[in-house]
Each structure stands twice: as structure tokens, then as C-alpha cells.
């Protein structure tokens, strides 16, 4: 059962403790997590439902999940990719095992229907042992791998050399789990606050003081002028799970050591839909190898059968701290970019026609390591990392983050378990 959200909260509105000490209003809090995602949402339900921690949870947008959490494939993934023992490998098999069971008992709309990686050239092939072995070694159930024939009795359209079919892939409807999580969330006590920006911190002693501005009045804030916050929040914990704009946002953080702060780029992928399939091309997601920044242009499937082509890697540049924590992001999908998807996807799926695609929409990843760094883990860094007790950071939260969210709020919570 869903229970109906409560009226939302704007900051501007509490009144409780004001000081005027420094003229500007002060605010005392619990918990504050700064980030209204997926990754954001599921922490706020673990802190209010298994801490029991009063939580309040600020979001920058008019509403919830509008940043990475609603631009991505919406693929509940394995965790074949990621080296053994990263966070990236642990919390994403933890992860999809809570997820699922999430699903089931929540009536979340998901389907379990696997996924195929496939090598479609001879030098490609070896890359396909490569991921079997280490997903096995991350614990991933069921890997298999597929000659081309037997693949291409499963999906008729495609056409590889060899495959690696993992069972437990699957797709979510992420939105409705969102929206599930917040529930429960609100029902033990947390509080969604829209259209508020944390645009920096200080700390006084221990006590982190955060800068709150309403998101309207920094419409027209000027790049180089100071800005004075509306309000003060002063929490006993703050979990800083901002997505694209966590790490521009520490290093607004006076009093933190900026060296544990890891530079933020940005990778856009565009997605595109293909037209007029009233019988859906594939069944199950198709995936080529893996390339630098993203895992290829793939195929997903939507729950209602709907096949789109997705994301590309477009690095963007010169985007700095104040754009991304002002959320001044571009999401346009070029539909020039299908010049490049066609070739790309003619290598696993070669009937597909000519401008039978078109454009969908795109996500930004939150990368911590730029073109041709190679891997980089989540971080999740707590005291004993930075040092200011109560202050939990996630950088770098990129895929298979939405398959993780459930583990990294269990691992968030497990380090603020033994905060006063
Ligand atoms: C193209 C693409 C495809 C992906 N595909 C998959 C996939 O198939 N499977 C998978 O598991 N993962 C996937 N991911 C990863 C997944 O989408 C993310 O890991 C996940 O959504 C991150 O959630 P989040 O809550 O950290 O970030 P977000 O959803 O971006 O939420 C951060 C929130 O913080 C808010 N905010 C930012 N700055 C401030 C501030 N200063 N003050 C207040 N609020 C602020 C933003 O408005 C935003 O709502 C994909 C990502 C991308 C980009
Ligand atoms: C947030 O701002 C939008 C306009 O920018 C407004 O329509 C909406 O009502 C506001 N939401 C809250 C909760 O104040």
C-alpha cells in the first residue's frame, strides 16, 4: 500500500529557532540529505526506517528524481563489469538481490529478462572470457556462455560470433520506484524540501552549518558576486548525495580537505527509439562489449516493449562547480548523433533500416575519471576519510548506480551507525 505524500515542506516556511546572531536564519536538523535521486531517496528511507534518524532530504528541482535517476537505460544490471571487490562489483550484486525483492514486495513494475553481451568480430571474443571469469569471480548467478547459434535462436535478429547470456539482468520501471521508497520514507518522518539549492557549508568547531538558498532566487546569480544564503541548516548529519553536483558541491564546503575531493567530469549519452515495431525487435537487452566511458550503444527494452539504442559517450567540457550545483546541465538529444548509432548497432542488429530512428533523450554520467583514465569506484567517503564527523560524500555515482541504490543506503547508513 502506497501512502499519499504529505504536503512538501519549503524551507522558507519552517519556523522554529531563528537566530539573528549573523542575520541570517538558522535552522537545526537531524539528518540532512542533500540530493532527491534514487541513490538520495533510498538513503533517506534506510536513515528514517532502520536509524530512526529524523531526515530531511533537500532537493534543488521542483520535484524528485529528475537528474540521472530518470535518464538511463532502467537496467537492473549483474555487476559483470566491475573489478572484484570494488564497491562498484559489491553493491551492485547486493544491490539487484534487494532490488528484486524489493520489486516483488512492493508491486514495482520490473521484468526479469536477461541480458546478452556479445562479441561480433574474432578479436572480440576473448573479451567475452574475460567478463565471464570476472563476473563469476564478482558472484554473478548464471553466466553462461553462448555459441552464435544458440543466441540467435534466442533473439532472431541478431546477429554475433559469440555471447555471454547473464540471467539475472533485468529492467525497472524507475519512477515507481521512486516513488516507493519516498513513501516509505515520508511515512517514517522524512521530509522532501523542492526547490532548495545547499550552495556550500562551514563548519564551526564540529558542527557543519549548511548554506541554503531557494533554487528560484539563484536563477540570476551572477558567477562572481557573493552569494548570501537564505537560511543556515545546522544538522548533526549530512549525507551529500547530490549526484553530477556532489563533488563540485564539497569543494564548496569551507573547512573540508579538498584533497580527498575527486574532479568531477561529465559524460552526456543520447538514446534513441526505433520506430514503428509493433512486434518489438529483441527480448532481451543486447549489449556489445564494453568501450571507453560508457557500455556501448546497447539495446533496451522498455516494459511495454519499446526498444531503444543507447547512450553514446559525448565528454563535455567546461562545465564548472557553480553551472553544476545551479544545475545547468544540457540534455538536448542532437539528431545528428544517429549518424554514428547506425553503424554501431548494424554490427549486432544489420536489418536495421535506414531512418528508423529517432531521437529519445539523454543523461549525463558522473564521472570521477576522464576519456581514457580507465576505471574509477564509487566513493563514499565518511569521517575517516575527511574527518568531520557526521558528513557522509558519494562521488562518482554513475551506472550501475540505480541497480545499487538499495546497497549504497545500507553502506551510508552502516557508516552513520555509530553517529550520535
Ligand atoms: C545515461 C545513463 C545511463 C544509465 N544507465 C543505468 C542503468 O541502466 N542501470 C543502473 O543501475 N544505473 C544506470 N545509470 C546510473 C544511474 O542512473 C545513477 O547512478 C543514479 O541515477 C544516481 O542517482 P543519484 O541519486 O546519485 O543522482 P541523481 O538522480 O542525479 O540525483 C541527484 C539529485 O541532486 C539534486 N541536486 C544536485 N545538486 C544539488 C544541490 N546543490 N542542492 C540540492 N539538490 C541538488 C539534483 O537536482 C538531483 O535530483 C545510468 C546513468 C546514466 C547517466
Ligand atoms: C517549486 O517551484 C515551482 C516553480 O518553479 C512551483 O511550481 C512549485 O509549486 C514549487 N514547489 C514547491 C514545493 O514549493
Known sequence: ??????????????????????????????????????????????LSLNLRRNVLVIESASTFGTGSSSRNSQVIHGGIYYPPNSLKASLCVRGRRLLYDYCKE???????????????????????????????????????????????AMEPQ?????????????????????LSLLGEAESH???????????????????????????????NRDHKSQHCPDILLLPKLVVNSAGLSSAALARCFRGINRGVIPPSYYARGCYFSLLNTKVPAFNHLIYPIPEDGGLGVHVTLDLDGQVKFGPDVEWLHHIDDTSSILNKFD??????????????????????????????YAGIRSKISG??????????????????????????????????????????????????
Open 331 to 360: 540534455y538536448t538529444v542532437c539528431a545528428d548523433r544517429a549518424k554514428k548509432f547506425y553503424p554501431e548497432i548494424r554490427k549486432y542488429y544489420p536489418s536495421l533500416k535506414d531512418d528508423s530512428l529517432q531521437p529519445g
Open 189 to 219: 518522518g522524512t521530509t522532501f524540501c523542492y526547490n532548495n539549492t545547499v550552495v556550500g557549508a562551514h563548519l564551526e568547531g564540529d558542527q557543519i552549518y549548511l548554506h541554503v538558498s531557494e533554487t528560484e532566487s539563484l536563477k
Open 371 to 420: 576519456p581514457g583514465e580507465g576505471f574509477a569506484d564509487f566513493i563514499i567517503q565518511g569521517e575517516e576519510c575527511h574527518g568531520i564527523p557526521g558528513l557522509v560524500n558519494l562521488f562518482g555515482i554513475e551506472s550501475p548506480g540505480l541497480t545499487s541504490s538499495m546497497a549504497i543506503a545500507a553502506h551510508v547508513a552502516t557508516k552513520l551507525s555509530r553517529s550520535k
Open 1 to 46: 500500500m502506497k501512502l499519499a505524500r504529505k504536503s512538501i515542506n519549503n524551507l522558507a516556511q519552517i519556523t522554529s529557532i531563528r537566530s539573528l546572531s549573523s542575520g541570517i536564519e538558522k535552522e537545526k536538523a537531524d539528518c540532512v540529505v542533500i540530493g532527491g535521486g534514487v541513490v538520495g531517496i533510498a538513503i533517506a528511507r534506510e
Open 106 to 152: 512492493h508491486g514495482i513494475p520490473h521484468k526479469q529478462i536477461g541480458k546478452l553481451i556479445v562479441a561480433t568480430r574474432y578479436e572480440e571474443v576473448p573479451k567475452l572470457n574475460y567478463l565471464l571469469n570476472r563476473g563469476n569471480e564478482n558472484g554473478v548467478e548464471g553466466l553462461k556462455m553462448m555459441d552464435a547459434s544458440e543466441a540467435m
Open 158 to 178: 541478431l546477429q554475433c560470433l559469440k555471447a555471454l547470456w547473464s540471467p539475472s539482468s533485468g529492467i525497472i520501471d524507475s519512477h515507481s520506484l521512486m
